[in-house]
Structures are given as structure tokens and as C-alpha cells.
């Protein structure tokens, strides 16, 4: 169903098995939808103008994501994926803006305080009492203050660039597909065997993220190597 854009108003409104799914046909929707926006205005080299089509497209989003609509194609998972999709172009358009070097300092500076801020806030009263949801707070604010900040000072950016982090990154996408179905595996197991583990347990937590990142690694050179050598980049 998630493949056929039909994760809502058809048969139910709930996701998948692998609720992660959602997002990979509503990629390839992105996908189609930023070619025809692209096409329409680069050809023309109409640059200032494409601007306000990512922001049109990002607004878009966002009112489908709070009307709540449950139809096909117009429903909240393609107004989440309209938001962060879109919300990537204008914040890379930010970041091609030709500012002065102290604007450049002064924009990462607040995106950054802006991050450590709302940690420390969330931390102490709720994040969804600070921030709200996160469906919504994290591709509008949160990650475009990561990404601009690690873009404008280059200090925070070699905290960022670690070879942890980086590792962690080139197999974000599985980790982000799969974390869902084990966490499953982990809940059926333990009602089967009785094992009645808690899922607060840090030793809980650090098994399954080791085995999420384990796997994850795993598929990468199964599937994403062999693409990748096939297609030549």
C-alpha cells in the first residue's frame, strides 16, 4: 500500500508492518514533483522565482499535514515528506546566499544556540511541551539549524564531521527502515519467551541500537555497494 501512495484514505489510515515504508514512495512523488518544478523554472533561468516554488511547495506541505486530510496522494505523509523535501531546497538556497562572512557567523551561531537551547529546555520540561511535534519541529527548525550551522562554523562542523558520525550517516537511510521492524521483533520475543525486559533499560536500548547498526551496515553492502559500482559513481 505504502508503494501505491495508498498508506491513507483507502483501506485504513494506519502504516505498514515496516512503518518506516512510507516514506519511499512518497520520495519518489518528491522526486517527479521537484523535476517538474526544476524543469519549469531553470530552463527559463528564472533562479528568484524557483525560490518562492520551493516555498510554495513547503507551505503546501505543512497545510496538508495540519488539515489532517486522510485521501490518496492529499494526506498527512505526503504533506511530511512536501515539508522536509522542500524544506531542504530553501534551506539550501540559505546556504548558496552570498552573505558576509560575520552574517555567515552571526546565522550559525543562533542556529546553534537555537539546538543546544531547545536540548536543554526538553530535557528539563518535555520536548513536546518546549517544541511540540516533532513530525512538524523537527524538518521546519531542527535539522535546518544542524545543517546551517555546521555549514557556517567550522568548528561545529568538525564535531559533526567525525568519522563516527559520517559512518552513521552513510547508513542513516537502514537504519531509518528497519528500526521499526525490530523493534517489533524485540516486543514479540519478549512476550513469546517471557523474558519481561524493560524497553527503558539501558542495556535494552544499547543491544537493540547495536543490532540495528549492525544490520544496517550489513544491507548496505548487499544492496547500495553493488548499485553503486553498477551505475559507475
Same mark, same amino acid.
Given at each position: ?111 546553534? !544556540? ?6 536543554? %529546555?526538553? $530535557?528539563? &520540561?518535555? *520536548?513536546?511541551?518546549? @517544541? ?52 517489533? !521483533? ?6 513469546? %519467551?517471557? $523474558?519481561? &525486559?524493560? *524497553?527503558?533499560?539501558? @542495556? ?30
Amino acid at each position: 500500500m505504502n508503494v501505491l501512495l495508498l498508506h491513507a484514505g483507502v483501506f485504513e489510515t494506519n502504516l505498514s508492518f515496516n512503518g518506516p515504508s512510507w516514506f519511499i514512495s512518497v520520495l519518489m512523488f518528491l522526486y517527479v514533483s521537484f523535476f517538474f518544478v526544476v524543469d519549469k523554472y531553470i530552463e527559463k533561468k528564472r533562479h528568484f522565482e524557483i525560490e518562492f516554488a520551493y516555498l510554495f511547495m513547503f507551505i503546501l506541505g505543512g497545510a496538508l499535514y495540519m488539515t489532517g486530510w486522510q485521501y490518496p496522494i492529499f494526506n498527512q505523509v505526503i504533506g511530511r515528506g512536501l515539508i522536509s523535501f522542500y524544506g531542504g531546497c530553501v534551506t539550501a538556497k540559505i546556504c548558496e546566499k552570498d552573505f558576509s562572512q560575520k552574517s555567515k557567523y552571526t546565522i550559525g551561531c543562533l542556529c546553534l !544556540l537555537f539546538i543546544v537551547f531547545s536540548y536543554i %529546555f526538553s $530535557r528539563l &520540561f518535555g *520536548y513536546e511541551k518546549v @517544541l511540540g511535534n516533532i513530525s512538524m519541529i523537527a524538518p521546519v527548525a531542527i535539522m535546518p539549524c544542524i545543517i546551517l550551522s555546521c555549514y557556517h562554523l567550522s568548528f561545529f562542523w568538525k564535531i559533526i564531521g567525525n568519522r563516527v558520525f559520517v559512518f552513521l550517516g552513510n547508513i542513516s537511510m537502514y537504519i531509518y527502515l528497519i528500526h521499526h521492524p525490530v523493534e517489533y !521483533l524485540l516486543m514479540c520475543l519478549n512476550e513469546k %519467551f517471557e $523474558r519481561g &525486559f524493560s *524497553y527503558k533499560s539501558r @542495556l535494552v536500548f544499547s543491544f537493540f541500537f547495536l543490532f540495528v547498526v549492525v544490520v544496517s551496515y550489513i544491507l548496505k553492502l548487499i544492496f547500495s555497494r553493488p548499485s553503486i559500482r553498477r551505475i559507475g559513481v
